[in-house]
């Protein structure tokens, strides 16, 4: 038998699982921050919500690359599912409510946690009707929907960018290269299953990469909202 | 002793008191986000603060490109509307106004309510 690891081939534990651990956990601490600055950027609860569920759940992913079970791989594959959905929807609903001045309220709130509910239910029919392939079959869907889900993040992220100024542009640019690797990746993913031989180490590379300018944007929606709320909090001594 | 926060409000509401017919006001930062703005139940204040910043700054940059001098003020209007941006130091004070509104009187008041926004950020 051909040993894939010597090939660089198959999934390994290494320094990128580490690294994305730590850079996904602080990226959720960042939004943390940034949340509790929400009354400066008011977009609403909703887009700060899914923000934080999609690293959050992105950040579980992560933690299951330390386990080599098929089963807690498969889970692992949902929190990414779920993980793309809420990230394509904060974003796609920042940019209703900053290119369209739309209010996001109502049923529109509820669909992206309908549509997450749908993959538990796969899983479990999967995982009666056909065991065997269940982790190929959950990883072959997490592919689609991230590719699905970054293609919408490269569009609103663009709109995003191409519409705000200052230091908001970088935060828009570096979301829409975060989605621009995942998109790579998962597609990489994607042929992978169809036969075409790509190496898992280039793969940990790109995603490496999305976690890395995914926690720069972060890092700068943070700052520049800690920096105005201190500003905002100040108190002014009127000496004259 | 007041907030920062608290005199940006104090300073629109003066602002809107004396110049009449503002629907929205707001000093937001060069970014486009906001550190103060009055309440308008028409306009996502969010989106107020971004379209107004970037406006002001692709003004900005055709001013200079143009005339090679720095921007002090930027105004457009529609058939019933008018946005007014003035800089206030490092920051932007935005005000949507009716067409009807006494212009002279409109931009003393901003001017005026720039030159205190200022002296808040000193």
């Known amino acids: 038998m051909i ?7 198959e999934e390994s534990i290494g320094l990128h699982v580490i690294l994305s651990n730590v850079m996904w956990w602080i990226s ?20 700060w919500t899914f923000l934080f569920l999609a690293f959050f759940f992105f950040g579980i992913r992560e933690l299951g690359h330390l386990s080599k079970e098929p089963l807690i791989g498969s889970i692992r594959y949902i929190f990414g599912i779920w993980s793309a959905i809420f990230m394509t929807t904060a974003l796609f609903f920042i940019f209703l409510i900053l290119c369209h001045g739309r209010r996001i309220t109502g049923v529109i709130i509820y669909i992206p946690y309908a549509l997450a509910l749908i ?6 029919y999967l995982y ?15 592919n689609i929907t991230w590719i699905i889900g970054s293609l919408v993040t490269i569009y609103t992220a663009y709109m995003l960018g191409t519409r705000t100024t200052g230091d908001f542009v970088k935060v828009f640019m570096f979301f829409q ?30 995603e490496t990469l999305f976690g890395l300018f995914a926690i720069i944007s972060m ?13 905002l909090h100040g108190t002014y001594d009127n000496k004259s | 002793m ?59 940059k055709t001013m200079e490109e143009l005339s090679e001098e720095n921007i002090n003020m930027l105004i457009f209007e529609s058939e019933n509307y008018r946005v007014v941006t003035l800089q206030a130091g490092e920051v932007l004070l935005i005000a949507l106004t009716g067409k009807d509104i006494q212009m002279g009187m409109m931009l003393l008041e901003m001017k005026n309510t720039a030159q205190k926004v200022k002296g808040f950020l000193a």
Do not use: C
Request: charged letters at 15%.
């Open chain 1, 3 to 9: 040993d894939l690891s010597s090939y660089g081939l």
């Open chain 1, 28 to 47: 959720l601490i960042l939004v943390i921050i940034a949340f509790r600055n929400r009354r400066i950027w008011n977009i609403g609860d909703a887009p």
């Open chain 1, 119 to 124: 993959f538990p239910v796969i899983w479990s």
């Open chain 1, 128 to 142: 009666i009707s056909d065991p065997g392939n269940l982790k190929s079959a959950m990883g072959a869907i997490e």
């Open chain 1, 177 to 206: 290269f975060s989605a621009y690797l995942a998109l790579t990746w998962k597609f990489l993913g994607l042929i992978e299953t169809q036969g075409f031989t790509v190496s898992y180490s280039i793969r940990e590379i790109i």
């Open chain 1, 219 to 231: 890092y700068i929606l943070t700052r520049m909202l800690r920096k105005l709320s201190k500003q």
């Open chain 2, 2 to 60: 007041t907030t920062k926060a608290e005199l940006y409000l104090l300073t629109l509401q003066e602002l809107e008191k004396s110049a009449g017919n503002i629907m929205s006001s707001a000093i937001v930062t060069r970014d486009g986000l906001i550190m103060s703005s009055t309440s308008s139940n028409n306009i996502h204040k969010e989106t107020f603060a971004a379209y107004g910043a970037a406006a002001f700054k692709s003004a900005s």
